[in-house]
């Protein structure tokens, strides 16, 4: 029998995800969003449902919330006292933001089973996110009565499931910004300086910003970041980092940005065996770009 889910949010992950679920099997019966015309193209999307109140939600198996961080605590507050929830159903939120200890009022109110089920990918948009939850990790921390269907909605979504209990949320959203978005701005300031540095065409500096970057990724992916990293740092070339800061100390951003990457580095050249008078000197190098 295919499993009745609804999704709260009619946004890029809610619209990815019901789309994924519905062509897996799944029955989509609505999204519940403010903006009925929203809801209904979402629909569209999903390729069934139709716009939903909170109080019909009573039909679903798994309701799916997924909406912005900033918008969440509101929103539980004002769900625990309209929702209507299937005693059985299971409620799971998908921002990486708020884990199952935040989510436990709102699963007392409904009497309800709720978690975490946070995509471990980035979603641009509705179309690039069903695409990228092909083979991305999903972290679900739910109860232990719903880890067998939490592990059927990330397996038919193609996500992998990684049962966990996230002791920080903060630090852990954190992590996500960094590895995500902290990747991007880099990407977007490599391409800055190789626009300065060169007459390369726009294609090209992309082309060769992620072409660095996708190889130190598949690199970090196969044995690890720290057996994955090269450059100046690793080497303790104190010299080459100390021009490198000179040549950036010009261009706002730059230098912490690039202090803040190569101290990282330093720190792990460090536990690869760097000799301490070289780490200094690179450390010292880093300090040396600072104004004053």
Do not use: K
Not at 21 to 48: E, K, Y
Not at 156 to 182: F, K, M, Q, S, W
Not at 223 to 252: F, N, Q, T
Request: charged share 20%; glycine share 10%; proline share 4%.
């Amino acid at each position: 029998m295919a499993v009745p889910f609804a999704v709260i949010g009619p946004g890029r992950v809610g619209c990815a995800l019901a789309r994924a679920w519905g062509d897996a099997g799944f029955a989509c019966l609505g999204f519940v969003g403010r903006d009925a015309a929203r809801a209904a193209d979402a629909c569209a999307f999903a390729g069934a449902g139709r716009p939903l109140r909170l109080d019909e939600l009573g039909a679903a198996t798994v309701v799916l919330i997924a909406l912005p961080d900033d918008a969440l605590a509101a929103w539980l507050s004002h769900a625990a006292q309209r929702a209507v929830a299937r005693s059985c159903s299971l409620w799971l939120c998908a921002s990486g933001a708020l884990g199952a200890a935040e989510l436990a009022e709102l699963g007392g109110a409904l009497g309800c089973r709720v978690g975490s089920f946070h995509p471990l990918c980035p979603v641009p948009d509705r179309e690039q996110g069903l695409a990228a939850l092909r083979g991305a990790p999903v972290l679900v921390e739910v109860p232990a009565s719903a880890q067998r269907l939490s592990g059927r909605l990330a397996r038919a979504a193609g996500l992998r499931p990684l049962h966990a209990t996230v002791a920080d949320r903060v630090l852990y959203h954190a992590a996500c910004v960094l590895a995500a978005n902290g990747t991007t701005a880099l990407l977007d300031a490599a391409e800055a300086l190789f626009g300065r540095a060169t007459d390369l065409a726009p294609g090209e500096l992309r082309a060769v910003a992620t072409s660095l970057a996708r190889a130190a990724v598949e690199r970090s992916a196969q044995v690890g970041a720290e057996r994955a990293l090269s450059g100046p740092a690793l080497r303790g070339d104190a010299a080459l980092v100390a021009r490198h800061a000179s040549a950036l100390r010009e261009i706002p951003g730059a230098l912490d940005l690039y202090r803040a990457v190569t101290q990282r580095a330093l720190d792990i050249a460090r536990r690869r065996g760097l000799a301490a008078e070289r780490a200094d000197a690179v450390a010292l190098a880093l300090d040396g770009g600072r104004d004053g």
